[in-house]
Protein backbone atom coordinates (compact mmCIF):
# COMPACT_ATOMS: atom_id res chain seq x y z
CA UNK A 1 0.00 0.00 0.00
CA UNK A 2 2.76 2.27 0.98
CA UNK A 3 4.45 1.58 -2.18
CA UNK A 4 1.57 2.52 -4.25
CA UNK A 5 1.12 5.45 -2.54
CA UNK A 6 4.33 6.79 -3.25
CA UNK A 7 4.01 5.93 -6.93
CA UNK A 8 0.60 8.11 -7.56
CA UNK A 9 2.14 10.64 -5.45
CA UNK A 10 5.35 10.58 -7.37
CA UNK A 11 3.16 11.16 -10.65
CA UNK A 12 1.19 14.12 -8.46
CA UNK A 13 4.56 15.84 -7.34
CA UNK A 14 5.30 15.97 -11.43
CA UNK A 15 1.76 16.67 -12.59
CA UNK A 16 1.91 19.96 -9.76
CA UNK A 17 -1.75 18.80 -8.68
CA UNK A 18 -2.50 20.98 -5.53
CA UNK A 19 -2.89 19.17 -2.41
CA UNK A 20 -5.79 16.75 -1.64
CA UNK A 21 -8.01 17.34 0.97
CA UNK A 22 -11.05 15.43 0.25
CA UNK A 23 -11.71 12.15 0.38
CA UNK A 24 -13.20 11.66 -2.82
CA UNK A 25 -10.15 13.39 -4.44
CA UNK A 26 -8.25 9.87 -4.61
CA UNK A 27 -10.42 8.75 -7.39
CA UNK A 28 -10.48 12.25 -9.12
CA UNK A 29 -6.51 12.26 -9.17
CA UNK A 30 -6.21 8.97 -10.49
CA UNK A 31 -8.63 9.56 -13.00
CA UNK A 32 -6.36 12.89 -13.99
CA UNK A 33 -3.39 10.87 -13.94
CA UNK A 34 -4.53 8.12 -16.32
CA UNK A 35 -5.84 11.15 -19.06
CA UNK A 36 -2.30 12.54 -18.98
CA UNK A 37 -0.65 9.38 -19.59
CA UNK A 38 -2.71 9.01 -22.39
CA UNK A 39 -2.70 12.63 -23.74
CA UNK A 40 1.55 11.41 -23.41
CA UNK A 41 1.55 9.10 -25.06
CA UNK A 42 -0.08 10.74 -28.59
CA UNK A 43 1.64 13.30 -28.00
CA UNK A 44 5.22 11.24 -28.47
CA UNK A 45 3.63 8.94 -30.88
CA UNK A 46 2.18 12.32 -33.22
CA UNK A 47 5.28 14.24 -32.93
CA UNK A 48 7.62 10.56 -33.60
CA UNK A 49 5.40 10.15 -37.12
CA UNK A 50 5.23 14.25 -37.97
CA UNK A 51 8.76 13.79 -38.24
CA UNK A 52 8.99 10.35 -39.77
CA UNK A 53 6.73 11.95 -42.47
CA UNK A 54 8.87 14.75 -43.03
CA UNK A 55 11.89 12.32 -43.67
CA UNK A 56 9.88 9.41 -45.60
CA UNK A 57 7.78 12.14 -48.01
CA UNK A 58 10.54 14.41 -48.39
CA UNK A 59 10.94 16.28 -52.07
CA UNK A 60 14.22 14.51 -52.81
CA UNK A 61 12.49 10.49 -52.08
CA UNK A 62 9.01 11.36 -53.75
CA UNK A 63 9.85 14.15 -56.27
CA UNK A 64 6.39 13.04 -58.27
CA UNK A 65 3.14 13.63 -55.66
CA UNK A 66 1.17 10.05 -55.34
CA UNK A 67 -2.08 10.35 -56.24
CA UNK A 68 -3.24 7.86 -54.42
CA UNK A 69 -1.67 9.00 -50.91
CA UNK A 70 -1.79 6.55 -48.29
CA UNK A 71 -2.25 2.54 -48.91
CA UNK A 72 -2.29 0.98 -45.35
CA UNK A 73 -4.44 1.47 -42.38
CA UNK A 74 -2.57 1.70 -39.41
CA UNK A 75 -3.61 5.05 -38.85
CA UNK A 76 -7.03 3.68 -38.86
CA UNK A 77 -6.09 0.82 -36.56
CA UNK A 78 -4.34 3.81 -34.33
CA UNK A 79 -7.46 5.70 -34.17
CA UNK A 80 -9.82 3.03 -33.70
CA UNK A 81 -7.15 2.13 -30.68
CA UNK A 82 -7.11 5.29 -29.39
CA UNK A 83 -11.20 5.31 -29.36
CA UNK A 84 -11.36 2.66 -27.45
CA UNK A 85 -8.93 3.72 -24.66
CA UNK A 86 -10.90 7.11 -24.02
CA UNK A 87 -13.95 4.18 -24.08
CA UNK A 88 -12.07 2.37 -20.93
CA UNK A 89 -11.62 5.75 -18.96
CA UNK A 90 -14.65 6.96 -19.71
CA UNK A 91 -16.64 3.47 -18.61
CA UNK A 92 -14.58 1.96 -16.55
CA UNK A 93 -13.46 5.07 -14.26
CA UNK A 94 -15.47 7.92 -15.34
CA UNK A 95 -18.78 7.19 -14.66
CA UNK A 96 -18.26 4.23 -12.20
CA UNK A 97 -16.44 7.35 -9.78
CA UNK A 98 -19.65 9.91 -10.53
CA UNK A 99 -22.50 6.47 -9.77
CA UNK A 100 -20.32 6.47 -6.37
CA UNK A 101 -20.52 9.54 -5.82
CA UNK A 102 -24.38 9.62 -6.48
CA UNK A 103 -25.27 6.26 -4.75
CA UNK A 104 -23.28 6.71 -1.65
CA UNK A 105 -25.34 10.65 -0.94
CA UNK A 106 -24.97 11.11 3.13
CA UNK A 107 -27.73 11.89 5.13
CA UNK A 108 -28.51 15.42 5.66
CA UNK A 109 -28.48 14.38 9.69
CA UNK A 110 -25.65 12.57 9.42
CA UNK A 111 -23.47 15.86 7.66
CA UNK A 112 -22.87 19.18 7.99
CA UNK A 113 -25.37 20.67 5.72
CA UNK A 114 -25.06 24.69 4.19
CA UNK A 115 -26.48 26.19 1.77
CA UNK A 116 -24.02 28.49 -0.68
CA UNK A 117 -25.70 31.15 -3.23
CA UNK A 118 -23.29 32.66 -5.89
CA UNK A 119 -23.51 36.20 -7.61
CA UNK A 120 -22.10 38.66 -9.38
CA UNK A 121 -19.42 38.82 -7.91
CA UNK A 122 -19.22 37.03 -4.37
CA UNK A 123 -20.03 33.92 -2.87
CA UNK A 124 -22.65 33.79 0.20
CA UNK A 125 -23.16 31.08 2.66
CA UNK A 126 -26.15 29.77 4.58
CA UNK A 127 -25.87 27.90 8.23
CA UNK A 128 -29.17 26.56 9.93
CA UNK A 129 -29.65 28.15 13.36
CA UNK A 130 -30.68 26.62 16.97
CA UNK A 131 -33.69 24.52 15.37
CA UNK A 132 -31.36 22.83 12.72
CA UNK A 133 -33.68 23.62 10.23
CA UNK A 134 -33.66 25.67 7.25
CA UNK A 135 -36.95 27.47 6.51
CA UNK A 136 -38.58 26.57 2.80
CA UNK A 137 -37.70 27.88 -0.32
CA UNK A 138 -40.11 29.06 -3.54
CA UNK A 139 -38.90 30.76 -6.18
CA UNK A 140 -41.99 32.72 -6.34
CA UNK A 141 -41.53 34.22 -3.42
CA UNK A 142 -38.33 35.55 -4.78
CA UNK A 143 -38.12 39.83 -4.45
CA UNK A 144 -35.01 41.82 -4.21
CA UNK A 145 -35.56 41.60 -0.78
CA UNK A 146 -36.14 37.81 -0.60
CA UNK A 147 -33.57 36.54 -3.72
CA UNK A 148 -33.59 33.04 -2.53
CA UNK A 149 -37.24 32.68 -2.03
CA UNK A 150 -37.46 32.12 1.82
CA UNK A 151 -40.95 31.20 2.85
CA UNK A 152 -40.90 33.61 6.03
CA UNK A 153 -43.67 31.82 7.97
CA UNK A 154 -42.76 28.93 7.42
CA UNK A 155 -43.30 26.90 10.72
CA UNK A 156 -40.35 23.75 10.11
CA UNK A 157 -37.81 26.10 9.90
CA UNK A 158 -37.57 30.06 10.97
CA UNK A 159 -35.71 31.44 8.39
CA UNK A 160 -34.40 34.58 10.45
CA UNK A 161 -32.78 32.20 12.61
CA UNK A 162 -30.35 30.80 10.37
CA UNK A 163 -26.61 31.98 10.59
CA UNK A 164 -25.97 34.04 7.44
CA UNK A 165 -22.14 34.74 7.99
CA UNK A 166 -20.32 37.56 5.63
CA UNK A 167 -20.12 37.18 1.83
CA UNK A 168 -16.94 35.57 0.94
CA UNK A 169 -16.10 33.86 4.34
CA UNK A 170 -16.97 30.08 3.72
CA UNK A 171 -16.09 27.39 6.76
CA UNK A 172 -17.11 23.67 7.13
CA UNK A 173 -16.27 21.65 10.51
CA UNK A 174 -13.51 18.73 10.60
CA UNK A 175 -15.38 16.15 12.90
CA UNK A 176 -13.77 12.84 13.41
CA UNK A 177 -16.17 10.06 13.51
CA UNK A 178 -16.09 7.48 16.25
CA UNK A 179 -18.07 4.58 16.70
CA UNK A 180 -20.34 3.18 19.39
CA UNK A 181 -17.26 2.57 21.25
CA UNK A 182 -15.71 5.59 21.44
CA UNK A 183 -12.94 4.46 18.86
CA UNK A 184 -12.34 6.08 16.00
CA UNK A 185 -13.97 5.29 12.56
CA UNK A 186 -12.43 3.90 10.43
CA UNK A 187 -13.05 3.35 6.26
CA UNK A 188 -12.28 -0.27 4.67
CA UNK A 189 -8.75 1.09 3.47
CA UNK A 190 -7.87 2.07 7.10
CA UNK A 191 -8.15 6.05 7.03
CA UNK A 192 -9.92 8.00 9.47
CA UNK A 193 -13.77 8.87 8.41
CA UNK A 194 -14.69 12.25 9.21
CA UNK A 195 -18.29 13.86 8.95
CA UNK A 196 -19.67 14.48 5.30
CA UNK A 197 -20.11 18.01 4.51
CA UNK A 198 -23.34 18.37 2.03
CA UNK A 199 -23.35 21.73 -0.02
CA UNK A 200 -26.64 23.28 -1.74
CA UNK A 201 -25.58 25.20 -4.30
CA UNK A 202 -27.57 27.63 -6.49
CA UNK A 203 -26.88 31.00 -8.21
CA UNK A 204 -28.98 34.37 -8.04
CA UNK A 205 -28.23 36.15 -11.12
CA UNK A 206 -26.30 34.04 -13.99
CA UNK A 207 -24.58 30.69 -14.61
CA UNK A 208 -21.31 30.49 -12.06
CA UNK A 209 -19.22 27.37 -11.04
CA UNK A 210 -18.14 27.02 -7.92
CA UNK A 211 -14.22 25.12 -7.78
CA UNK A 212 -12.16 23.94 -4.95
CA UNK A 213 -9.15 22.55 -6.21
CA UNK A 214 -7.98 21.48 -3.14
CA UNK A 215 -10.98 19.59 -2.55
CA UNK A 216 -11.30 18.30 -5.83
CA UNK A 217 -15.26 19.64 -6.32
CA UNK A 218 -16.46 21.83 -9.07
CA UNK A 219 -20.17 22.47 -10.02
CA UNK A 220 -22.14 24.87 -11.63
CA UNK A 221 -24.28 27.03 -10.22
CA UNK A 222 -27.92 27.28 -11.54
CA UNK A 223 -30.50 30.39 -11.58
CA UNK A 224 -33.51 28.97 -10.32
CA UNK A 225 -32.26 25.51 -9.20
CA UNK A 226 -30.52 23.83 -6.15
CA UNK A 227 -28.10 21.62 -6.73
CA UNK A 228 -26.66 19.35 -3.80
CA UNK A 229 -23.17 18.57 -3.65
CA UNK A 230 -21.07 16.09 -0.86
CA UNK A 231 -17.72 15.29 -0.08
CA UNK A 232 -15.80 14.48 3.42
CA UNK A 233 -12.70 16.91 4.71
CA UNK A 234 -9.95 15.34 5.44
CA UNK A 235 -7.35 18.17 6.93
CA UNK A 236 -8.03 21.69 8.06
CA UNK A 237 -6.98 23.87 5.80
CA UNK A 238 -7.69 27.45 3.91
CA UNK A 239 -8.64 27.19 0.43
CA UNK A 240 -9.35 29.10 -2.51
CA UNK A 241 -13.03 29.62 -3.99
CA UNK A 242 -12.44 30.33 -7.98
CA UNK A 243 -15.89 30.37 -10.20
CA UNK A 244 -14.82 28.15 -13.47
CA UNK A 245 -17.96 29.24 -15.29
CA UNK A 246 -16.89 32.69 -17.05
CA UNK A 247 -19.81 35.38 -15.28
CA UNK A 248 -19.33 38.96 -16.39
CA UNK A 249 -17.04 41.59 -16.56
CA UNK A 250 -15.78 40.76 -12.98
CA UNK A 251 -15.06 36.92 -13.29
CA UNK A 252 -11.51 37.11 -11.91
CA UNK A 253 -12.85 38.78 -8.75
CA UNK A 254 -15.48 35.71 -8.69
CA UNK A 255 -13.78 34.18 -5.78
CA UNK A 256 -13.57 33.36 -1.75
CA UNK A 257 -12.09 31.27 1.44
CA UNK A 258 -13.66 27.99 2.00
CA UNK A 259 -11.96 27.16 5.13
CA UNK A 260 -11.79 23.73 6.86
CA UNK A 261 -11.56 24.36 10.54
CA UNK A 262 -11.88 22.72 13.81
CA UNK A 263 -14.80 21.60 15.20
CA UNK A 264 -14.72 24.28 18.19
CA UNK A 265 -13.28 26.97 15.59
CA UNK A 266 -16.47 26.24 13.20
CA UNK A 267 -18.61 26.62 16.87
CA UNK A 268 -16.89 29.53 17.85
CA UNK A 269 -17.04 30.93 14.28
CA UNK A 270 -21.15 30.46 13.87
CA UNK A 271 -21.69 32.34 17.29
CA UNK A 272 -20.79 35.17 16.07
CA UNK A 273 -23.04 35.26 13.37
CA UNK A 274 -25.71 34.05 14.98
CA UNK A 275 -28.30 36.53 15.30
CA UNK A 276 -29.39 37.59 18.55
CA UNK A 277 -33.17 37.55 18.60
CA UNK A 278 -35.59 36.09 15.61
CA UNK A 279 -35.83 38.25 13.07
CA UNK A 280 -32.38 40.04 13.89
CA UNK A 281 -30.84 37.68 10.54
CA UNK A 282 -31.74 38.92 6.88
CA UNK A 283 -32.91 36.71 4.72
CA UNK A 284 -30.67 38.01 1.48
CA UNK A 285 -27.24 37.93 1.61
CA UNK A 286 -26.95 41.46 0.65
Known sequence: MEEQSTFWQWQ?????????????????DVFIIYVHWLMLFLFVLWTAYFFYVLFRYNSRSNPKA?????????STYLEIGVAVVEAILLL????PMWAKTVDDFPKDEDSTVMRL???????????????????????RLATPENLLGYEA?????DASDDVTPPPKDVRVPLIALKDENGEPLKHP???QAYKPVIIHLTSKDVIHSLKVNTLRICQDAMPGMTIPIHFEPTVTGRYLITCAQLCGNGHASMNAWFSVVTEEEFDEWQAEYAPAKPGAAPISFE
Open 12 to 28: KDILSMPPLGSRHGDDV
Open 189 to 191: DGK
Open 92 to 95: AIAI
Open 117 to 139: AAEQFTWGSRYTGKNGLFAKQDI
Open 66 to 74: DPVGVRSHY
Open 153 to 157: NDPNG
